[in-house]
């Protein structure tokens, strides 16, 4: 198994801006309710075009995010063919090995796996994630005195080392699952925008 895959990632959670765990320190709550999507733009996955198609993890972190041990529900794309489905689950389950297995390693336990709509739409670090009808946010960047977008560098939970991670803040984040324990409407707290390139 070997892929390629590139494209945009979004970060929301219930820690206020900004997230301290891109730093390696503990979540504000003691603990973290997140969803991470990845929006793959071009990708192969051992001959399987996977681009164009979004997975996400909705997941509760127990402490530090880098020791892991993380709860967390799968969700893959429904216009993701059967092919593309099973492609992209053998990378972000860390069957494939590479870098993603080494994120997916973080996860204890997986509750559930399910397809659903993802809309996911950020332009410039602005833009919104839908996930069905249970999982919502929106995504405004912060702008530095120049008017670019803030961001971090050389952070230790960087998918890419070395890509920026785009700041910027929630001003809707909705989550709501009862097999991880969440139940979130919450405003303007976390959002973080970045960019990778997966290879295996």
């Known amino acids: 198994m070997s892929y390629h895959l590139e494209g945009r990632l979004l970060e929301v959670c219930n820690c206020k801006v ?5 730093i390696g320190e503990d979540p504000d709550n003691g603990t973290c309710d997140t969803i991470v999507a990845w929006r793959i733009d071009k990708g192969m996955v051992d001959g399987v075009d996977v681009g164009g198609n979004t997975i996400a993890a909705v997941a509760h972190v127990p402490g530090n ?10 969700y893959v794309d429904d ?7 099973e492609a992209l689950l053998k990378v972000y389950t860390g069957k494939a090995g590479g ?3 080494e994120l997916a390693a ?3 336990e997986v ?3 399910e397809r659903a709509p993802i809309r996911f739409n950020v332009n ?6 839908a996930i069905g009808n249970n999982y919502y946010a929106e995504l405004d960047p912060y702008l530095g005195a120049t008017g670019g977008q803030t961001t971090l560098s050389d952070t230790v939970f960087s998918t890419v080392p070395g890509a920026p991670v785009f700041v910027g803040k929630a001003p809707v984040y ?8 969440i139940d979130l409407n919450i405003k303007n707290h976390n959002a973080l925008q970045s960019i990778f390139v997966f290879d295996a």
Do not use: D
């Open 174 to 181: 909705r989550s709501k699952n009862a097999a991880l324990g």
């Open 106 to 108: 973080l996860i204890g």
């Open 65 to 74: 995010i880098l020791l892991g041990n993380w709860t967390a529900a799968i």
């Open 111 to 113: 509750v559930s796996v």
């Open 79 to 85: 216009q993701a063919s059967k092919a593309q489905e």
């Open 124 to 129: 410039e670090g602005k833009g919104e994630l």
């Open 99 to 101: 870098p993603v297995a």
């Open 18 to 22: 900004l997230c301290p765990c891109w």
